[in-house]
C-alpha cells in the first residue's frame, strides 16, 4: 500500500464517517475536505484538509461564548426546520438562530467523532501500509 493510497482510504472512511453519522447540512464538510501526502524530510504526511468548522462537529462546543450568527442561519436556511412556537406562531430565521445560538453558548452542544472514528476504521489499511513499509525498508538493507 502506498502513501497516497492510506491516504484515500482515511478519506474514504471519514466521508462515509459523514454519511453515517448524518452531519450532513449543506454539504459543506463533506465537499470542502480532500487529503494530500507528502513526503518531506523522511517524514510521512497525509494532510487532511478540511473547512475550520470540522473540531466544532468533532469535539462540540463547551458552554460559554456565543457561536457566531451567521453560520447558524446559513444552516437553518439549509435544512428543514419548521419549529413552532406553543401558540403556532413560526420564527423568523433570525429568531430561531438566536434561540440556537443562546443555547449552544449556555449549554454547549456534544461532539461527533468523525475523524476519530475514521481513523479507528482505517487501521487496517495503516497497518498494511507499515507492513510495506517494513518490507521495502527490509529490501533494501538486503541489497546492501
Given at each position: 500500500m502506498t502513501l497516497d493510497e492510506?491516504?484515500?482510504?482515511?478519506?474514504?472512511?471519514f466521508i462515509s464517517e459523514i454519511d453515517k453519522q448524518d452531519k450532513i447540512a449543506s454539504g459543506t464538510l463533506?465537499?470542502?475536505?480532500?487529503?494530500?501526502?507528502?513526503i518531506n524530510g523522511g517524514h510521512y504526511i497525509i494532510y487532511m484538509n478540511m473547512p475550520a468548522y470540522w473540531k466544532y462537529v468533532e469535539y462540540g462546543r463547551q458552554p460559554g461564548k456565543w457561536p457566531p450568527r451567521k453560520p447558524i442561519e446559513d444552516w437553518i436556511r439549509v435544512k428543514p426546520l419548521v419549529p413552532t412556537t406553543a401558540k403556532g406562531k413560526v420564527p423568523t430565521t433570525e429568531q430561531l438562530a438566536f434561540l440556537i445560538q443562546r443555547k449552544i453558548g449556555t449549554k454547549g452542544i456534544p461532539g461527533t467523532p468523525i475523524l476519530k472514528n475514521a481513523l479507528a476504521n482505517s487501521e487496517p489499511d495503516i497497518n498494511e501500509f507499515l507492513k510495506t513499509l517494513k518490507d521495502e525498508i527490509t529490501n533494501i538493507i538486503k541489497q546492501i
Open positions: 492510506l491516504g484515500k482510504a482515511i478519506y474514504d472512511n463533506k465537499l470542502s475536505t480532500f487529503y494530500e501526502v507528502e
